[in-house]
């Protein structure tokens, strides 16, 4: 993202608890994040949906007294979003929603390392 034009000054960082009644402000966050980049109104769901896949998926099956941190940084025609939380059970990724997620992002991973689960996501402009 060096190359594209900032939108803003710096990204934005939002600390949610772990469940899944928060999922509409990461995903209102996200939304914010499209519309400051400039994507289109079909891109800016794409990564809405995106992010609430991915968020759900750091949860894990047992997300109580977890905190999860978002970051959000938007430049002319990308999105990027990180996620990170403590890493507890298994990532819940269905093959379902690996499908979904990589027909909607431009790239995604999602990984534990070192005790911390975490997911990085971008979405570029199709325009």
Same mark, same amino acid.
């Given at each position: 993202?060096?190359?594209? +034009?900032? /939108?803003?000054?710096?990204?934005?960082?939002?600390?949610?608890?772990?469940?899944?009644?928060?999922? $509409? #402000?990461?995903? #209102?966050?996200?939304?914010?994040? *499209?519309?400051?980049?400039?994507?289109?109104?079909?891109? %800016? @769901?794409?990564?809405?949906?995106? /992010?609430?896949?991915?968020?759900?998926?750091?949860? *894990? @099956?047992?997300?109580?007294? +977890?905190?999860?941190?978002?970051?959000? #940084?938007?430049?002319? *025609? %990308? %999105? !990027?979003?990180? *996620?990170?939380?403590?890493?507890?059970? !298994?990532? %819940?990724?269905?093959?379902?929603?690996?499908?979904?997620?990589?027909?909607?992002?431009? @790239?995604? !991973?999602?990984?534990?390392?070192?005790?911390?689960?975490?997911?990085? #996501?971008? +979405?570029?402009? $199709?325009?």
């Amino acid at each position: 993202m060096s190359s594209s +034009k900032r /939108v803003d000054d710096g990204s934005v960082s939002l600390t949610v608890p772990g469940r899944p009644e928060y999922l $509409r #402000l990461v995903r #209102l966050a996200a939304a914010d994040s *499209g519309a400051r980049a400039d994507l289109s109104i079909d891109d %800016v @769901e794409d990564l809405r949906i995106a /992010v609430d896949e991915l968020t759900y998926a750091l949860m *894990g @099956e047992n997300p109580v007294d +977890k905190t999860l941190t978002l970051r959000y #940084l938007a430049s002319e *025609g %990308v %999105v !990027e979003i990180e *996620g990170t939380c403590v890493a507890t059970g !298994e990532p %819940v990724v269905s093959e379902l929603s690996q499908t979904i997620i990589g027909a909607v992002v431009d @790239e995604h !991973e999602i990984s534990d390392r070192d005790g911390i689960r975490r997911f990085r #996501l971008v +979405k570029r402009s $199709r325009t």
